[in-house]
């Protein structure tokens, strides 16, 4: 990976910082050489601030660090995308992304799956999902039976409330059983796309 450092007279490329979990863009920020090489190193985003006219590491004041998972190029060799996990809010503002994300929550499916899979490995006693894992695919299965039921009771009425909590715990154990058989959702919208291409 070489970044063309030369296309801009400063020096600096963009840099876009994305959440490696829940893929929602955190923020934009610019690099010489010098920070990409000590992002690239240190595997902690820092950037060059055109304000302080130096390398400034994210988090060094407020210890809300952007840990690097991943980092891509461009075609053209002169942007960044560098996926990472934040330590806590990104923005100065206090929000997670810069950008003021609504729809935050479409991604959390993402952050869902990783806590399931949490729970799957490091179970506890007090959590219902290490519970489920405990039990085995038969209880899994059985619950998202229950609930699939429960579903289709709700929409045979009309309290939108109820159903959509019914939904949700369907959604919710349907992605404990897949986590229990070893799959993640993408592995199931895959086959939905290449059915798709083929529709």
């Not at 893929?23 to 690099?31: A, Q, R, S």
């Not at 240190?42 to 994210?58: A, D, G, H, Y």
């Not at 923005?91 to 935050?104: P, Q, R």
Request: proline share 3%; aromatic share 8%.
């Amino acid at each position: 990976m070489n970044p063309n450092f030369t296309k801009s007279a400063d020096g600096l490329i963009p840099a876009v910082i994305q959440d490696a979990s829940t893929n929602v863009v955190l923020m934009l920020g610019y690099m010489n050489n010098e920070a990409f090489e000590k992002t690239k190193n240190e595997k902690r985003v820092t950037f060059f601030s055109r304000s302080k006219n130096r390398l400034w590491t994210k988090g060094e004041e407020s210890g809300h660090f952007l840990d690097v998972e991943e980092i891509k190029i461009d075609c053209d060799q002169d942007t960044l995308l560098i996926k990472v996990k934040p330590a806590g809010p990104t923005c100065h503002t206090g929000s997670d992304t810069c950008f003021n994300e609504k729809n935050a929550s479409q991604n959390f499916l993402n952050k869902l799956e990783e806590i399931i899979h949490s729970r799957k490995i490091n179970p506890t006693d007090n959590s219902y999902t290490s519970s489920l894992f405990k039990k085995g695919v038969n209880k899994i299965a059985q619950k998202v039976g229950e609930e699939a039921v429960e579903l289709v009771i709700e929409a045979k009425d009309d309290n939108a409330d109820l159903f959509k909590n019914e939904a949700a715990d369907l959604l919710f154990h349907y992605l404990i059983l897949l986590s229990y058989k070893g799959y993640k959702l993408p592995d199931i919208t895959n086959i939905l796309a290449e059915r798709h291409k083929s529709a």
